[in-house]
């Protein structure tokens, strides 16, 4: 028995008695531990649990329906947007699954879409709360991710909601960013209509600091959230960039999602790594440009989705690394050229990534008719000054900024969409908290479990489903066709059962078979975390339990 460990007892206690060895009892504790997905997934969403759902159905006695929209009302539990995210979040939360480790992590993104996707087909609705004991008067500046995310989570706990937004409809750079060919408007609208359908009063086409002041929204509110995204776009800062024929990211992408793109030429250059570079240099290339995009460090440090880039490149965009823009060259009607600056790789900088360092003299030139800045954004606080300064530096972990209220999104932090709609959640939980008169505190951080703690060899193979995209021929020729496509049913159910429930019980029943001393018995109530039931009384200590339990449930108690 591995587990049951020897020592020495009484060994030598002065009186002359001889050394005897004592063996310890190793007991099991059934404690839930948390899955590293959840750690990493931005908007906090419970994955294990919408998994288990699904995947653990029959043990459960759902049907494959059931079993679907209870997943999906889990997810929207913490994401109103799962059709949104499961197609446009980075999923960091696969880069720290424990699956990685055997034949690839779990692929929650592509089940996130597919589960997203079917509450909109089986036309579910957001599920509401306990209406507060008084309902309050809340607030919304701004109609992105974040501000969605907060409205939803107040309105569904019965609060009366107005949503002010200075676009014409809401999404922010869902809607006025992020291309249709990722991200289809029919998703997003459906998506977002249900926040709506919650009863939240939407403003749209108002702008908090020009149409209606700071403090007559004050006046008004008991409460408010400050979601007003990052779109201000900063510049370069070089010779030429000034005057015609140079755009910014944002404006770009603008106008291309609303049908009215600028004029840009045969030739354009964006510079930047991140998404909204990558975003305007394929929106430049649906437009029928030849595309060149300049980053001043290595791919590895490029902040776009991986997955982006790869197929910017496959629709025949270059990207020049270690490159840098020196000067704008122009001729009469507008640019007709940059000069770039050839970068080393340097030392390490304050984010951890290595500094990209000019090589003297090491210069080339680039013939273009546009040039695209997308370097990074900034919020534009213009008649919000009073609360600028308190967002950047006061915001605590929950995003307070004053006595009610609250701030979230690329605002305070430049961000993801994911990031966005957990600011929003944990905003709105702590206003409802201070609302009813409690403290709310910051997001407890317990650390999550690890294949150490696991028994990884106790699980059966399973690849990893492969998703897939439609022909690469018809990506520019459908220039707003959705290119990622869903997996299949069939997909779905053996993919969520790759899922190791890390750190919970998922009813392997392997303690129940191998325990002699039979001190696990099957549980009334069941379900994920409590499938049996550990009578102690009965537990004759051998700790073979905790040896054969696959995902960490069971740990080790020692006597
Ligand atoms: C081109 C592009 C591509 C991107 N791609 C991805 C991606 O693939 N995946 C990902 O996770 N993230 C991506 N991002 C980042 C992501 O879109 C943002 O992190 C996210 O939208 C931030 O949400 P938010 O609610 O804070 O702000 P926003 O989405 O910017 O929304 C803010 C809203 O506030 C409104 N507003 C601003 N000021 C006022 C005011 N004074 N009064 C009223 N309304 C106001 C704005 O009009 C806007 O609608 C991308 C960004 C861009 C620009
Ligand atoms: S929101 Fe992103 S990080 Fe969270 S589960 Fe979905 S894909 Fe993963
Ligand atoms: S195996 Fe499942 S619970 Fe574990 S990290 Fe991956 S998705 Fe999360
Ligand atoms: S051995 Fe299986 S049934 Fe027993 S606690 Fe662990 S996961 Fe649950």
Redesign the pocket.
């Known amino acids: 028995m591995r587990f049951h460990k020897a020592s020495k007892a009484g060994q030598d206690d002065g009186q002359g008695k001889s050394a005897h060895w004592k063996a310890e009892l190793i007991r099991p504790v059934q404690a839930e531990k948390e899955p590293p997905?959840?750690a990493?997934?931005?908007?906090?969403?419970d994955?294990r649990g919408w998994l288990a759902s699904i995947a653990q159905r029959e043990r459960r006695g759902l049907d494959r329906d059931a079993a679907l929209d209870l997943a999906w009302t889990q997810l929207a539990h913490h994401?109103p947007l799962?059709a949104v995210?499961?197609r446009v979040?980075?999923?960091?939360?696969?880069n720290e699954c424990n699956r990685a480790a055997r034949e690839g992590a779990v692929a929650?993104?592509a089940l996130?879409r597919y589960v997203g996707d079917w509450g909109i087909e089986r036309g579910l609705a957001l599920p509401r709360l306990q209406a507060a004991l008084k309902p309050r008067r809340i607030g919304v500046v701004g109609a992105g991710p974040a501000g969605l995310s907060f409205a939803y989570q107040m309105a569904r706990r019965g609060h009366a909601v107005t949503l002010y937004e200075h676009q014409p409809k809401p999404g922010g750079m869902l809607r006025y960013g992020i291309p249709d060919y990722r991200l289809p408007r029919t998703v997003l609208d459906a998506e977002l209509a249900r926040i709506l359908d919650l009863g939240v009063e939407p403003r749209f086409g108002v702008r908090i600091g020009r149409d209606i002041s700071l403090d007559e929204l004050r006046s008004r509110h008991e409460a408010l959230f400050i979601g007003i995204g990052a779109s201000a776009p900063l510049h370069l800062r070089i010779e030429g960039e000034e005057g015609q024929g140079v755009w910014s990211g944002i404006e770009l992408m603008e106008r291309y999602n609303e049908s009215d793109p600028p004029q840009l030429g045969a030739r354009v250059v964006v510079v930047g790594g991140g998404n909204t570079a990558v975003d305007a240099a394929r929106a430049a290339r649906r437009l029928g440009a030849e595309v060149t995009v300049l980053y001043r460090r290595t791919r590895n440090e490029m902040p776009a989705i991986d997955e982006e880039v790869d197929d910017a490149l496959g629709e025949g965009i270059e990207i020049h690394y270690l490159a840098a823009p020196i000067a704008v060259l122009r001729g009469p009607q507008g640019p007709v050229g940059l000069t770039v600056q050839r970068m080393a790789v340097g030392q390490p900088d304050a984010s951890g990534r290595a500094r990209p360092v000019p090589i003297p003299g090491d210069t080339y030139e680039l013939d273009m008719d546009s040039l695209v800045v997308a370097v990074s954004q900034q919020s534009d606080w213009s008649g919000l000054g009073a609360l600028e300064s308190t967002a950047k530096v006061n915001a605590d972990e929950l995003g307070a900024i004053g006595a009610r209220a609250f701030c979230g999104g690329d605002a305070r932090r430049l961000g993801?969409?994911?990031k966005a709609?957990g600011d929003g959640r944990r905003a709105a939980e702590a206003l409802s908290m201070l609302l009813e008169g409690a403290t709310p505190s910051p997001p407890a951080h317990r650390p999550p479990v690890r294949p150490e703690a696991m028994h990884l060899n106790l699980y059966p193979s399973a690849p990893r489903v492969e998703t897939r995209t439609t022909p690469r021929e018809h990506w520019l020729a459908e220039p707003h066709s959705e290119i990622h496509r869903r997996i299949s049913g069939d997909e779905l159910d053996a993919e969520v059962r790759r899922c190791l429930s890390c750190g919970s019980c998922f009813g392997c029943e392997h303690c129940f078979m191998y325990c002699v001393a039979q001190a696990y018995e099957p549980s009334a109530s069941g379900g994920p975390g409590a499938y049996f039931r550990y009578d102690a009384s009965l537990c004759e200590g051998c700790g073979k339990c905790i040896e054969i339990c696959p995902c960490g449930f069971l740990s080790p108690a020692i006597d």
């Open positions: 997905c959840r990493r997934c931005p908007s906090g969403t994955i994401n799962p995210l499961g979040c980075p999923h960091p939360c696969e929650i993104h996130e993801t969409v994911a709609v």
